[in-house]
Nanobody
Framework: QVQLVESGGGLVQTGGSLRLSCKAS????????MGWYRQAPGKQRELVAH???????VYAYSVKGRFTISRDNAENTVYLQMSSLKPEDTAVYYC?????????WGQGTQVTVSS
C-alpha cells in the first residue's frame, strides 16, 4: 500500500506565499518522477510542475518564475514553493509520483488565493 500525504495548503492573499509538501510512504520501487498538478472548479486537471531524478524541472507557463519544485529523495518527499500567488492559482493541488510500474496520486490540498 502506498500513501501520499499532502500538507501546506490554505488561504492566502494575493501576492502571498505557500509551501506544499507531499511525502510518500509504503511499498514501491525507485521513484522516477514527482510532480504537482492542480484542478480548479469547472476545469481539467493540469500540470503545475514536474521533476525527475536528473532532469531540469518543468513548469507550466503560468507559474514560471513564481513556483519552485524540489524533492528530497531520502525522504521520498516533493515540495512546491509558491510565491507571488494570484487568484487564478486557486485550485485543489495534487501531488503525483511515478516509476516504471506505478503511478500514484495524493488526496489533494486546497489552495485559495483571495483578491
Amino acid at each position: 500500500q502506498v500513501q501520499l500525504v499532502e500538507s501546506g495548503g490554505g488561504l492566502v492573499q494575493t501576492g502571498g506565499s505557500l509551501r506544499l509538501s507531499c511525502k510518500a510512504s509504503g511499498n514501491f520501487f525507485s521513484i522516477n518522477g514527482m510532480g504537482w498538478y492542480r484542478q480548479a472548479p469547472g476545469k481539467q486537471r493540469e500540470l503545475v510542475a514536474h521533476i525527475t531524478g536528473g532532469d531540469k524541472p518543468v513548469y507550466a507557463y503560468s507559474v514560471k518564475g513564481r513556483f519552485t519544485i524540489s524533492r528530497d529523495n531520502a525522504e521520498n518527499t516533493v515540495y512546491l514553493q509558491m510565491s507571488s500567488l494570484k487568484p487564478e492559482d486557486t485550485a485543489v493541488y495534487y501531488c503525483n509520483i511515478n516509476g516504471d510500474t506505478f503511478n500514484y496520486w495524493g488526496q489533494g490540498t486546497q489552495v485559495t488565493v483571495s483578491s
